[in-house]
């Protein structure tokens, strides 16, 4: 994943020296920022944001408050880097909530570390999920609106397990969360093995990606072949053989359930085709119902200004 850092300054010349100290990290990407661009940027919501103080043309507190008042960046790191390290003026800008004030002139090595680490410690606290590790709810909202904001063309994975509850209820809930987790790693190494890709946990056994391109069909097909290849050996022997596992309903009455399969429902993103997430919570929805129906680990894929597959 993409570390999006903004640089907000007015003379661009702080870019080239973090490019420069960042030339081996790839997944830093530096993007520099005037003062009167503030608003436009700060709906991308990028990983950290570093303000020069000496370069830019309005009050830093301002800017600094700017920042904690968008409802999208209450918790994105900011470093001001300054000159003027006074104590009294230090104490004013760290009273904005920012995380770190830095006195020029700067020593490289410190200004690459403290990015790095918080930039980790962002990572960790909006990983919401302590099963998976993956991000949760607010991130997700947070990908896809960046992705809606910058108008890109873009694919969307809601993936939960089928008969999950069963399984539960013959198995337990510890070996429950296994399955979880290994569901968690197939998914992520499948997007990470088509390309840069954002994986989140909802809840429970249900997952989303977010990946930057349209061509989704391979994706979904390994991401269920290998799914169904490894899932039967949280299952015992006589289980296996069967393909199917009992389970009392509340009546006392034994019911048989198929194997735990994976359903993915797909909806494409288009330029300009949502307005907003609730409209892509919507079409969701909808393709969820689709793929339900079918019998086993199966996908659907919405392209409304296709077809349906």
């Known amino acids: 994943m993409i570390n999006e850092v903004y640089i907000i300054d007015d003379d661009e010349s702080s870019i080239v020296v973090f490019r420069e100290l960042f030339r081996d990290d790839t997944e830093y990407r530096f993007i520099s ?3 009167e661009q503030i608003d436009i940027a700060l709906k991308n919501i990028p990983s950290l944001i570093v303000i020069n103080e000496d370069a830019i043309k309005i009050d830093v507190i301002d800017v600094c408050r700017k920042i904690r008042k968008d409802e999208d960046n209450t918790i994105t790191p900011v ?3 300054s000159s003027n390290g006074s104590r009294d003026h230090r104490m004013k800008v760290l009273n904005e909530s920012i995380e770190y004030f830095i006195k020029k002139p700067v020593d ?7 990015v790095k680490n918080l930039t980790r410690l962002l990572t960790i606290n909006r ?3 302590p099963l998976t590790g993956l991000p949760g709810n607010v991130q ?3 990908e896809l609106k960046k992705h809606l904001i910058k108008n890109e063309e873009f694919s969307i994975l809601y993936l939960d397990l089928d008969n999950f509850k069963a399984y539960n209820d013959v198995y337990g809930f510890l070996k429950g969360d296994q399955i979880i987790e290994y569901t968690a790693n197939i998914i992520v190494k499948a997007v990470h093995d088509y390309g840069n890709g954002f994986v989140g946990h909802i809840g429970g056994d249900d997952f989303v990606a ?3 391109y349209k061509d989704i069909e391979n994706l979904c097909q390994d991401i269920i072949y290998n799914f169904d290849s490894g899932v039967t050996r949280f299952y015992n022997e006589k289980d296996r053989k069967n393909g199917y596992i009992e389970v009392a309903n509340r009546k006392g009455i034994i019911e048989k359930f198929p194997l735990t399969s994976i359903s993915i429902a797909v909806v494409v993103a288009d330029k300009g085709r949502f307005a907003n997430i609730l409209e892509i919570g919507d079409t969701a929805a909808q393709v969820k ?3 339900k129906a079918v019998m086993g680990s199966s996908y659907a894929i919405d392209r409304r200004r296709h077809k349906l597959i």
């Not at 490289?108 to 403290?114: A, D, F, H, Q, S």
């Open 127 to 129: 990983r919401m999920s």
């Open 33 to 35: 920022v005037k003062t």
């Open 79 to 81: 470093i001001v880097v």
């Open 210 to 212: 977010i990946v930057p």
């Open 140 to 142: 997700i909202n947070s």
């Open 108 to 114: 490289e090595g410190y200004l690459y570390y403290t």
């Open 289 to 291: 119902h689709a793929v």
